[in-house]
């Protein structure tokens, strides 16, 4: 086992960055891909900034 | 045959050459019936009274050996002295080797032999009694320990040239040699014609520094390493099968870290709307916006919004902007849904759902509110002249211009925090599988190197 291991080291530290951020990510309510219709707003408290893939506008 | 069984190396003897004079050392004088001049080549068999014969005269060594006649080395727990240098070639290729007899004390003989700098320490059943109980059935793989060995090559092996002692006729005989591979093992079958049972000798594929260092050698001597031998582990190979072996495991603890976050944030419904539209008369298909209760949010988390619309051979189109009631910073989706039916050429068809799903992610923990702003297209429905619109009747009739509005559909909104995200896992899943693949790939390809090398190779030639 401990020579598996040994062969496989660089796989489980590539293992351990993705399990551990899918980890992070499942408690922190983070999708990796949000619906692509989504547009957020983030003018508020002077912030002007806008991401998302439409141009926002308040209706 | 070899002294064996004894507890040291046996005192050297020397020799006179009976043609030249020149004096030969044996390092193994009771065992050796053949030995080499170093000075004229004479190829010289001792007879059972001890009488030295001249047999034949051998062809010179093209190239000087890396280890020198009569140096000892420990190696693999085994205490060797080289006694002999051979080369050898294949009798219908130009492919030539070089082999170093190795001499021990207590088991006989086993030996180096080197290829375009490859090196494999090789034995008979001396050493791997198991070889024994192996037969020869003409088979293309042979399993011997847990391993399977695939055939790799077929020839018939020539002696060129030689130097020191061995104790059988090495430079007449001509053995036909069928070699199988396991990296890094390798199988020799050799039958030598007019003897009825084929010999079985295992390799192992050796580093030179490890002959280097049990050999007290000057690794800088050694020939370069060329290509890939038929017996070369493959760095590549070792990891892919300890990422192959370990791949489940880690897949199931994903699951496992998955189902243990649903446990730790588990999901739970913050918002469940229904809305009767409103058509706006002011504006083509368009209905009045609205505004549903308010709801929190305690941590942060993704939301999922089912947005369903009971839309029937129409569509509709709602933009739903989730809005933080605290600091404004609100999120914006644009979903349409469109549902069509009908009946064509004796056959029923439909397209579309009356369903569509929204993930938001990260959304910050605080009190929240959805703006709705709803549109439609006209409905199919007609209604009698002069229907009044009511709750069970949303349509009403436009005299003027004897067109049919209604109020539009029911939006039903479903809001869900914390949902299980299947698209995070495979994801992941799939990011875990690329260095794998990549693995697999780089020992493919080296495999197929390997292959080259041989009259069965199990890729396409092609390639």
């Given at each position: 086992m401990m020579e598996t291991i040994k062969d496989a080291r660089i796989y489980l530290l590539f293992v351990l960055l993705i399990i551990g951020y899918y980890a992070y990510s499942a408690i922190n309510g983070i999708?990796?891909?949000?619906?692509?219709t989504v547009t957020r707003n983030t003018e508020y408290n002077n912030n002007s900034r806008t991401r998302g893939v439409h141009a926002f506008y308040h209706k | 045959m070899a002294t064996i069984n004894l507890k040291a190396f046996p005192y050297a003897e020397d020799v006179a050459c009976p043609k030249c004079k020149h004096q030969i050392t044996l390092y193994d004088p009771e065992g050796s019936e053949y030995c080499v001049c170093t000075s004229c080549n004479s190829f010289i068999h001792f007879t059972k009274n001890d009488i030295a014969l001249i047999q034949k005269q051998a062809a010179p060594i093209s190239q000087q050996p890396v280890l020198k006649l009569g140096s000892v080395g420990m190696f693999k727990g085994f205490q060797f002295k080289v006694i002999g240098y051979v080369e050898k070639k294949e009798q219908s290729a130009p492919y030539a080797w070089r082999e170093y007899i190795l001499y021990n004390y207590e088991q006989g003989y086993a030996n180096f032999a080197e290829y375009d700098g490859h090196w494999t320490f090789v034995a008979g059943k001396e050493f791997?009694?198991?070889?024994?109980?192996?037969?020869?059935?003409?088979?293309t793989f042979i399993n011997y320990e847990e391993n399977e060995y695939t055939l790799f090559s077929k020839y018939t092996a020539v002696t060129t040239a030689l130097i020191g002692e061995f104790d059988w006729d090495i430079l007449f005989e001509r053995p036909k040699t069928t070699e199988f591979v396991a990296p890094p093992q390798i199988l020799y079958i050799e039958h030598v014609p007019n003897q009825t049972a084929a010999q079985f000798y295992l390799g192992e594929y050796t580093e030179p520094v490890e002959i280097a260092d049990a050999f007290k050698?000057?690794?800088?001597?050694f020939p370069e390493r060329v290509g890939i031998g038929s017996n070369q582990p493959s760095v590549h190979a070792q990891r892919w099968f300890a990422i192959y072996k370990l791949l489940p495991f880690i897949v199931v603890f994903m699951a496992v870290i998955g189902f243990g976050a649903s446990y730790i944030s588990p999901q739970y419904e913050v918002l469940d709307s229904y809305h009767n539209t409103e058509r706006?008369?002011?504006?083509?298909?368009e209905f009045k916006p609205y505004l549903t209760p308010s709801f929190e949010l305690q941590k942060q988390s993704a939301l999922n919004f089912k947005i369903i619309a009971p839309v029937d051979n129409n569509w509709l189109e709602a933009t739903v902007v989730l809005v933080n009631e605290k600091n404004n910073q609100s999120w914006e989706v644009t979903e349409s849904i469109e549902y069509y039916h009908g009946y064509e050429d004796g056959e029923n068809w439909s397209e579309g759902s009356q369903e569509a799903d929204v993930l938001l992610s990260a959304i910050p923990a605080g009190k929240y509110h959805l703006n709705i702003y709803p549109a439609a297209g006209e409905p199919t429905i007609s209604t009698p002249p002069g229907a009044a619109y009511n709750s069970t009747n949303p349509y009403v009739l436009n005299t003027d211009s004897i067109t049919v509005k209604s109020a539009g559909p029911t939006v039903h909104i479903n809001v869900t925090a914390n949902p299980i995200i299947w698209k995070n896992f495979w994801v992941s899943v799939l990011l875990l599988c690329l260095y794998p693949l990549y693995t697999w790939w780089r020992m493919r390809t080296y495999e197929k190197k390997r292959w080259m090398n041989s009259d069965y190779s199990p890729y396409e030639t092609d390639e």
């Open positions: 999708a990796f891909w949000e619906s692509s | 791997y009694p198991a070889l024994g109980e192996l037969k020869n059935r003409g088979w050698t000057d690794i800088k001597l706006d008369t002011a504006k083509a298909n």
